[in-house]
């Protein structure tokens, strides 16, 4: 069964008047009957019309929607779309979600091709989320959140990730461990990456315990990448006795890992994540996490894109939010 489309000439037709008739109605222009203007709007309501994006923007330059990039639907950007939709709430703007489906492994400079589709004729401006090149000269109205390394033109929200780093790792020191592994998370563009590693490396330091690479590893973006990573650090000859992930669903897969090498977390393997999604308060024994308030940068990244579109400057250019250590059962001395 075919659904028609109602369309302008549809209500034009119904209430019999012209299609230019509808059109001033839509666009409450003036030079039609307050009687005919009751009538249209009656069969807008009844025929339950709505004018495509497309055709708002060719006639008033604007859409009135606002666009949130994300490289995949995943917990951390779930989170993220939560405090976006809360802000979006009685602005008279609308939110279109837009993900790439997480295909083809974290292409660099994804956003302008998805961004060069959209901008114009379907938002009017975007968020931007963990964006793998700089936003500054995409030519649209952006807010990035979790920016490219470099500092970017364009206003940005992110979290104190170097000072999460170091509750982290501060964390595992006081429980007595010295052989700590990294888990850290391409792309290594990205700023939380590099100050996420800087911070693990700095807590090290300030212990007066040195680097060791052979503790470091890079997990992917798919699950399997987190876990051969892993993997690598706990079949090391000398072992870490804690691994600090650079985000949850890697200490997930940590743990799931530990499991099968026949190791119990946190009796032999203290594990650490970073951004406490809901998704740690689910596995057993419950993860250690490093809170990032996902959904206020959310909620903070779409205000802040509103305010450039009413053509304000933002309060805050660039918004750092603190992070926070949540202690639960996954660590042990």
Known sequence: MTTHRVTIRDVASQAGVSVATVS?????????????????????????????????????????????LVWAIEPYSAELLKGAARAIKGTGYELVVYS????????????????????????????LVTPTVSAEGIGSPVVAV?????????PTVDADNFRGAQLAVEHLLALGHRRIGFLGRPPRDLESGKQREYGY??????AGIAFDPEL???????????????????????RPTAIFAANDLSAIST???????GMTVPDDLSVIGFDNVPESTMVRPGLTTI???????GQRAVEMLL????????????LRLPTRLVVRESCAP
């Open 24 to 68: 001033k109605v839509l666009n409450e222009r003036h030079g039609v009957a307050v009687s005919t203007v009751e009538r249209v709007r009656a069969v807008i309501e009844q025929l339950g019309y709505e004018s495509s994006l497309v055709a708002r923007s060719l006639r008033n330059h604007r859409t009135n929607v606002v666009g949130v």
């Open 100 to 127: 790439t489906g997480g295909e083809g492994g974290g292409h660099i400079g994804w956003e302008r091709r998805y961004l060069s589709r959209l901008s114009g004729t379907l938002i009017d401006g975007a968020v």
């Open 146 to 154: 979790d920016p490219h390394v470099g500092g970017d033109a364009v």
């Open 201 to 206: 490396r700095a807590a090290l330091e300030a």
């Open 216 to 238: 470091v590893r890079a997990a992917g973006y798919e699950e399997s990448e987190s876990t051969e990573a892993a993997r690598q650090l706990l079949e090391l000859p000398e």
């Open 255 to 261: 743990m799931e890992v530990a499991l099968t090498l």
């Open 291 to 297: 809170e990032q308030p996902l959904q206020l940068m």
């Open 307 to 318: 305010e450039v579109l009413a053509g304000r400057e933002p309060s805050q250019r660039r």
